[in-house]
């Protein structure tokens, strides 16, 4: 028995413990659906890269020079085709000063995201499968000889038939009837899940 210690009394009995360290736990708040809309936007990029739209007109207040002095491609000063070259990748390397017209678009996926009405992961999958469809029509133009990327998907897919002198016949018309058939599904998935109603770059 240490000395002093009451017979019947356990050892450390009276000792003061040091009191347990609970570790603060860091809450991350869930994205808001504005958050989640932003983001399914710069991860997407339809809209400059000359799938939904052929070009983009400035309109007052747009900062020619400065647009142009940031790599924007302007024609007369007045408006820059598609594909935009700012893009990279999918995501626009000017997009703190990007022109007005491209500051008010929102899709439609953006507009059911940011309202809460769809979640993201169901946007991702419809712009996943305008990728999918996007790629089928460049391989059918690329077989054409429609290999300049440089210019809008439907302007490209316009000169491929228009250089058809009649209708085509063997191989060919397998081709172009494929051609017309995936730019037929392409455009009626981007009208009913992409344009709305005020497209503002649609004002070309």
């Given at each position: 028995?240490?000395?002093?210690?009451?017979?019947?009394?356990?050892?450390?009995?009276?000792?003061?413990?040091?009191?347990?360290?609970?570790?603060?736990?860091?809450?991350?708040?869930?994205?808001?659906?504005?958050?989640?809309?932003?983001?399914?936007?710069?991860?997407?990029?339809?809209?400059?890269?000359?799938?939904?739209?052929?070009?983009?007109?400035?309109?007052?207040?747009?900062?020619?020079?400065?647009?142009?002095?940031?790599?924007?491609?302007?024609?007369?000063?007045?408006?820059?085709?598609?594909?935009?070259?700012?893009?990279?990748?999918?995501?626009?390397?000017?997009?703190?000063?990007?022109p007005t017209r491209c500051r008010q678009f929102e899709c439609r996926?953006?507009?059911?995201?940011?309202?809460?009405?769809?979640?993201?992961?169901?946007?991702?999958?419809?712009?996943?499968?305008?990728?999918?469809?996007?790629?089928?029509?460049?391989?059918?133009?690329?077989?054409?000889?429609?290999?300049?990327?440089?210019?809008?998907?439907?302007?490209?897919?316009?000169?491929?038939?228009a250089a058809v002198p009649g209708p085509p016949d063997g191989g060919?018309?397998?081709?172009?009837?494929?051609?017309?058939?995936?730019?037929?599904?392409?455009?009626?998935?981007?009208?009913?899940?992409?344009?709305?109603?005020?497209?503002?770059?649609?004002?070309?």
């Amino acid at each position: 028995m240490a000395s002093g210690q009451r017979p019947g009394t356990p050892a450390g009995a009276g000792l003061s413990l040091p009191a347990p360290q609970v570790k603060a736990v860091e809450v991350i708040p869930a994205p808001t659906p504005a958050d989640a809309a932003a983001a399914l936007c710069l991860d997407c990029g339809l809209c400059c890269n000359g799938v939904l739209f052929d070009q983009v007109r400035l309109v007052a207040g747009d900062n020619a020079k400065a647009l142009s002095a940031k790599g924007l491609k302007l024609k007369q000063r007045r408006f820059f085709n598609q594909p935009c070259t700012a893009l990279c990748g999918s995501q626009c390397t000017i997009y703190g000063d990007r022109p007005t017209r491209c500051r008010q678009f929102e899709c439609r996926q953006y507009q059911l995201v940011a309202a809460g009405e769809i979640p993201p992961l169901s946007a991702s999958g419809r712009i996943g499968e305008v990728r999918c469809q996007v790629a089928g029509i460049e391989a059918l133009l690329a077989a054409a000889g429609a290999t300049n990327r440089r210019k809008p998907l439907a302007q490209r897919y316009a000169t491929v038939m228009a250089a058809v002198p009649g209708p085509p016949d063997g191989g060919n018309a397998l081709n172009y009837s494929s051609l017309t058939g995936a730019m037929d599904l392409l455009q009626s998935t981007l009208r009913e899940h992409f344009r709305v109603e005020a497209d503002p770059l649609r004002s070309v």
